[in-house]
């Protein structure tokens, strides 16, 4: 029962995420050409994505932090998980300019293309499958690259 | 280099920043994790637990368009700006590279910048860099 009811706010935060994503412009692969193209015509708005978000997390994020500190769980009561900010490693440098030549060619991150995908823009769709299967691609990669 | 000076998508584009900050930061309080969308993903491909949290936010995210367009009655416009190879080279990196560095523009940009993390700092000059830097040599030294 707990986890159907965390399910079903994940569910709700994934509609706000996505409504936030279609509404900034993100999800529009133009636009984020646009703003990667600093030789072109630059369309710096969405910086002002990052810069929205970032405006309202930090306090929040700070409050989330202080919860954990205390020990204290989320709201839904599940134990509050956030990751290391340190460990700054190859794969860490690596792995995001892999991704950042991948964001370039399309124009197209994780959150937005699912969007597309929901918006039933059939490259949306070449997109995700294809992101799906670099993830498949992880494991043994790694495997194979730590060996 | 000339600046494109739009205030209806500037504002457009800090109200949904908003948004997707409110969201992130209600996954941190109200359920204890990162809102990071190729680590959600990531996991149900790899069969980590916790699936049902996992769907249900990816189910949330492929419904947005429809409740955008129930909302506003219609949707933004799209332009695509690769064919169908690049699209299948460009989802690969983004799959696999994202995994790699443990996060994308949502995890690391959005919910480690926020958090003031240097490794999520370290990780968005990377992709932003490595993003202005692709586009520079598609769209100009090889166009």
């Given at each position: 029962?707990?986890?159907?009811?965390?399910?079903?706010?994940?569910?709700?935060?994934?509609?706000?995420?996505?409504?936030?994503?279609?509404?900034?412009?993100?999800?529009?692969?133009?636009?984020?050409?646009?703003?990667?193209?600093?030789?072109?015509?630059?369309?710096?708005?969405?910086?002002?994505?990052?810069?929205?978000?970032?405006?309202?997390?930090?306090?929040?994020?700070?409050?989330?932090?202080?919860?954990?500190?205390?020990?204290?769980?989320?709201?839904?009561?599940?134990?509050?998980?956030?990751?290391?900010?340190?460990?700054?490693?190859?794969?860490?440098?690596?792995?995001?300019?892999?991704?950042?030549?991948?964001?370039?060619?399309?124009?197209?991150?994780?959150?937005?293309?699912?969007?597309l995908l929901g918006s039933l823009?059939?490259?949306?769709l070449v997109f995700v499958l294809?992101?799906?299967?670099?993830?498949?691609?992880?494991?043994?990669?790694?495997?194979?690259?730590?060996? | 280099?000339?600046?494109?000076?739009?205030?209806?998508?500037?504002?457009?584009?800090?109200?949904?920043?908003?948004?997707?900050?409110?969201?992130?930061?209600?996954?941190?309080?109200?359920?204890?994790r990162i809102a990071g969308i190729?680590?959600?993903?990531?996991?149900?491909?790899?069969?980590?637990?916790?699936?049902?949290?996992?769907?249900?936010?990816?189910?949330?995210?492929?419904?947005?368009?429809?409740?955008?367009?129930?909302?506003?009655?219609?949707?933004?416009?799209?332009?695509?700006?690769?064919?169908?190879?690049?699209?299948?080279?460009?989802?690969?990196?983004?799959?696999?590279?994202?995994?790699?560095?443990?996060?994308?523009?949502?995890?690391?940009?959005?919910?480690?910048?926020?958090?003031?993390?240097?490794?999520?700092?370290?990780?968005?000059?990377?992709?932003?860099?490595?993003?202005?830097?692709?586009?520079?040599?598609?769209?100009?030294?090889?166009?």
């Amino acid at each position: 029962m707990k986890h159907r009811a965390q399910a079903g706010q994940a569910f709700a935060i994934g509609l706000l995420f996505g409504i936030g994503l279609l509404l900034s412009g993100m999800s529009n692969p133009q636009k984020v050409i646009g703003f990667l193209d600093l030789a072109g015509a630059w369309d710096p708005s969405l910086a002002l994505v990052m810069g929205g978000a970032i405006a309202v997390g930090l306090p929040l994020f700070r409050l989330a932090e202080s919860r954990s500190q205390r020990q204290l769980p989320a709201w839904s009561g599940a134990p509050i998980h956030l990751p290391g900010k340190t460990g700054i490693t190859p794969r860490l440098v690596l792995g995001s300019v892999l991704f950042g030549i991948g964001w370039g060619i399309a124009g197209i991150c994780p959150g937005p293309g699912l969007v597309l995908l929901g918006s039933l823009q059939w490259p949306g769709l070449v997109f995700v499958l294809a992101m799906v299967a670099g993830m498949l691609l992880f494991r043994p990669l790694d495997k194979a690259l730590s060996r | 280099m000339t600046i494109i000076w739009d205030p209806a998508a500037l504002l457009a584009a800090l109200a949904g920043g908003v948004l997707i900050g409110l969201a992130a930061a209600w996954m941190a309080l109200g359920l204890g994790r990162i809102a990071g969308i190729s680590g959600l993903l990531g996991g149900l491909v790899d069969g980590a637990p916790d699936r049902d949290v996992r769907a249900a936010f990816i189910g949330g995210l492929l419904l947005a368009p429809a409740l955008y367009l129930l909302l506003r009655g219609e949707l933004p416009a799209v332009r695509m700006m690769a064919d169908t190879p690049q699209l299948l080279l460009a989802g690969l990196l983004v799959g696999v590279g994202t995994r790699f560095a443990s996060g994308c523009t949502s995890g690391h940009g959005v919910c480690g910048l926020s958090r003031l993390s240097p490794r999520s700092l370290v990780a968005t000059l990377s992709f932003m860099g490595a993003g202005f830097a692709a586009v520079y040599l598609l769209r100009h030294l090889l166009a």
